[in-house]
């Protein structure tokens, strides 16, 4: 099992193509998504930082061709 650091390394490279992920201009959940995915540095420095997991799982999965399409998450 790899660490958040790592995942988000493998990850990385998928989700800075333009378009390949899309984040809404305005939602309730937003500003402290946002926070806490700005804070994450990897090394452990933010306390909060349990929303990181499954979006990285998420881009891995639907980005990496891990079985699921945007279909299987609507």
């Not at 402290?32 to 909060?48: P, Q, T």
């Amino acid at each position: 099992h790899k660490d958040k650091y790592t995942r988000a390394l493998d990850v990385l490279p998928r989700v800075a193509v333009p378009g390949a992920v899309v984040i809404p201009d305005s939602a309730p959940w937003l500003a402290e998504w946002l926070a806490e995915v700005l804070a994450f540095d990897g090394a452990g420095g933010s306390r909060f930082d349990d929303q990181v997991d499954p979006m990285l799982d998420a881009c891995s999965e639907i980005l990496g061709g891990g079985g699921l399409s945007m279909m299987d998450v609507l």
